[in-house]
């Protein structure tokens, strides 16, 4: 089997989100954003698909490498597009996981499984935490303690057993603020008792003092983990923490360098708990090397990102990964409604808080394909 | 899909090997031998196949966990396996491999892959080396270090481009002695030249100092790597080797732990390359982990042992593994004529030294169960 073509589609459709300057959604009135579908084409008719915001970049610098190339070598591919990623300027992360992730949708689809089973499968479901957006200055959104605290109950009872808040941020005004974050956090643990797990993904830049007072006051609040509180560059930083506090730490989750940057956070014990998304090392290529050197240490490692690469990963993963984070999720938001360009939601997820993954072969999305073309803005 | 039996049929064979009391194996006079193949059938019709002369017990450990699992659910069954292995009384590490290598050989066979593929290929041939029997007391054998050279010449003749020596061990008188090591080793250097890349296997048990000694020795004559010179559950002892000398240190070999007392000595720089064989740590599924391991550490990692499993595993790597353990040779043993119950050699080289990974569905084996069939001791 050979790649013949390797395709981008651009399309509209209507957001209900937008970023702000440091990268973080919120909700927003609705307005026209694009999508891309990368298409990997083969020879035997078969082909792969993954979607992505940047994709369109990474099409145009791995086409030339892919084109003739057998999709089954994985391995190959991933390592020669790796290796393009040393000159900063070209493929990123998302860029080289879309490519990954295509290739495995094409593996699955030519041999009609899913990935999952493909890579030796451990379960079928997982236990979904809800994953709140930031804090922000929205009336009924996620503008005070009580706001958060309001929207938690509402996830209980959507049947979530764990939910992770992130707290206000830059620039949101007021952010960062340690006592704010406490303050969420304590108003959550009040409202949903004892029994529901919690985590906190806070400011990122914190200094370690605050980090640690912050992780003290998660201590009292018995939070399950606290993650990138700091700059993940400062290694030294991270294993500061981690000794001082009880609270598990997690991580790293932004910091470059993949599967060997976790390697040495493992070594050098930065965190307790470790962290993957395909999105942040380059496809499920390299996410299933890190759960892998992950149970090599004894470690949990955490999935990062709502991606059906991630839950795909989880399936086949047995001691390292537990939960599937599951949102961004938002008062003002509809997560339970497939974004237009799938007819299906990827995760899931039952009345007990468990997310099942995709059954179909492949990735198992259900691409609407007529949406993507009445929609094309380029191609 | 769903495994509906997992059967064991012991064949008889006649065998030009034996294992003296230390478990290498010699050339022998022709005499009856018994191999096993196991079979792992399911609702579909489609079977996995896998051979082991001591799979008898651990399918009859396996199998009631086996009956009514989904054969994909690879990970899942592993895990089950290996946490029964926790009374050492039950299931080896060698038993585990034939289990999981015919699950990975069923979900070829049924998914119409080499195996190698569906792991992500990196490569569909890597070279060999030849490996050499242990020293033994046979005239025209490998009897004395001129034995070796000769024997060493015949092999580069054949296409090696790399040669490992397993020379004299106890039983055999006189050994073990790092004088007769080195001299065995100086006669194959002096014979095939410089652009031979040469290894060494010696005895298991040296001391520290001996251990030392034949190092220098072998860094004098150039040698590649020395590997378990030493008992590997001093894992102190490697550590202070590995310091010591420029030349690499390969291992672990047969220390118990797998895939995680792989990733102990490389914390602690135990090695200067690692090893796996599916045979040492029950499976292709842990291989593949150690592979990823090494990666993460920027490690080498070499495969330990023929095993068709084995040369799956390297063609789906890519930085850690370099070559296949060809052998073991002697000049008594004719190792290019299939063993009876295959149509074709799993390993075949070219004359440049390079072994092809089968490109048949699952391991890829031709079985001939014609002449299993007609052997049969038990079923």
């Not at 922000?136 to 605290?149: I, V």
């Not at 830059?170 to 029994?195: H, I, M, N, Y």
């Not at 497939?338 to 492949?362: I, S």
């Given at each position: 089997?050979?790649?013949?073509?390797?395709?981008?589609?651009?399309?509209?459709?209507?957001?209900?989100?937008?970023?702000?300057?440091?990268?973080?959604?919120?909700?927003?009135?609705?307005?026209?954003?694009?999508?891309?579908?990368?298409?990997?084409?083969?020879?035997?008719?078969?082909?792969?698909?993954s979607f992505g915001e940047e994709v369109g970049m990474a099409q145009g610098l791995a086409r030339p490498l892919l084109l003739g190339e057998n999709p089954f070598y994985r391995e190959r591919i991933w390592q020669?597009?790796?290796?393009?990623?040393?000159?900063?300027?070209?493929?990123?992360?998302?860029?080289?996981?879309?490519?990954?992730?295509?290739?495995?949708?094409?593996?699955?689809?030519?041999?009609?499984?899913?990935?999952?089973?493909?890579?030796?499968?451990?379960?079928?479901?997982?236990?979904?935490?809800?994953?709140?957006?930031?804090?922000?200055?929205?009336?009924?959104?996620?503008?005070?303690?009580?706001?958060?605290?309001?929207?938690?109950?509402?996830?209980?009872?959507?049947?979530?057993?764990?939910?992770?808040?992130?707290?206000?941020?830059?620039?949101?005004?007021?952010?960062?603020?340690?006592?704010?974050?406490?303050?969420?956090?304590?108003?959550?643990?009040?409202?949903?008792?004892?029994?529901?797990?919690?985590?906190?993904?806070?400011?990122?830049?914190?200094?370690?003092?605050?980090?640690?007072?912050?992780?003290?006051?998660?201590?009292?609040?018995?939070?399950?983990?606290?993650?990138?509180?700091?700059?993940?560059?400062?290694?030294?930083?991270?294993?500061?923490?981690?000794?001082?506090?009880?609270?598990?730490?997690?991580?790293?989750?932004?910091?470059?360098?993949?599967?060997?940057?976790?390697?040495?956070?493992?070594?050098?014990?930065?965190a307790d708990i470790s962290r993957v998304g395909t999105q942040d090392v380059g496809g499920l290529t390299p996410t299933m090397k890190i759960y892998h050197l992950a149970e090599a240490f004894g470690m949990q490692?955490?999935?990062?990102?709502?991606?059906?690469?991630?839950?795909?990963?989880?399936?086949?993963?047995?001691?390292?990964?537990?939960?599937?984070?599951?949102?961004?999720?938002?008062?003002?938001?509809?997560y339970e409604t497939p974004p237009p360009w799938l007819n299906a939601l990827p995760d899931p997820m039952d009345d007990e808080g468990m997310v099942t993954v995709p059954q179909g072969p492949g990735l198992g999305?259900?691409?609407?394909?007529?949406?993507?073309?009445?929609?094309?803005?380029?191609?």
């Amino acid at each position: 089997m050979k790649i013949t073509e390797v395709r981008v589609e651009t399309f509209r459709y209507t957001s209900d989100k937008a970023k702000d300057i440091q990268g973080h959604a919120h909700p927003a009135d609705p307005h026209d954003a694009l999508q891309s579908l990368l298409t990997i084409e083969t020879d035997e008719g078969v082909c792969g698909y993954s979607f992505g915001e940047e994709v369109g970049m990474a099409q145009g610098l791995a086409r030339p490498l892919l084109l003739g190339e057998n999709p089954f070598y994985r391995e190959r591919i991933w390592q020669n597009l790796y290796q393009r990623q040393r000159d900063g300027s070209t493929l990123s992360d998302r860029g080289l996981d879309v490519i990954d992730q295509a290739l495995w949708d094409l593996a699955g689809r030519a041999l009609d499984q899913p990935v999952y089973r493909l890579l030796g499968a451990f379960r079928d479901k997982v236990p979904a935490y809800g994953s709140t957006m930031c804090g922000d200055e929205l009336e009924g959104g996620l503008n005070t303690p009580q706001a958060y605290a309001d929207f938690a109950l509402q996830l209980v009872a959507r049947g979530y057993k764990a939910i992770k808040l992130h707290t206000w941020n830059t620039p949101t005004p007021g952010a960062p603020d340690v006592r704010s974050d406490v303050a969420a956090c304590a108003a959550v643990r009040e409202a949903v008792g004892p029994d529901i797990t919690l985590m906190l993904d806070p400011f990122h830049y914190y200094t370690r003092q605050d980090a640690l007072q912050l992780g003290r006051e998660l201590e009292r609040l018995d939070f399950y983990w606290l993650e990138e509180p700091m700059d993940e560059a400062s290694v030294s930083s991270y294993i500061w923490l981690t000794e001082q506090l009880d609270l598990q730490i997690c991580g790293p989750e932004t910091a470059k360098g993949g599967l060997r940057t976790r390697a040495e956070w493992m070594l050098r014990n930065a965190a307790d708990i470790s962290r993957v998304g395909t999105q942040d090392v380059g496809g499920l290529t390299p996410t299933m090397k890190i759960y892998h050197l992950a149970e090599a240490f004894g470690m949990q490692c955490e999935s990062h990102g709502n991606g059906v690469g991630n839950l795909h990963a989880l399936c086949a993963t047995s001691v390292a990964g537990k939960y599937h984070e599951r949102g961004l999720l938002h008062p003002f938001i509809d997560y339970e409604t497939p974004p237009p360009w799938l007819n299906a939601l990827p995760d899931p997820m039952d009345d007990e808080g468990m997310v099942t993954v995709p059954q179909g072969p492949g990735l198992g999305l259900d691409i609407n394909f007529d949406y993507i073309r009445d929609n094309l803005v380029s191609s």
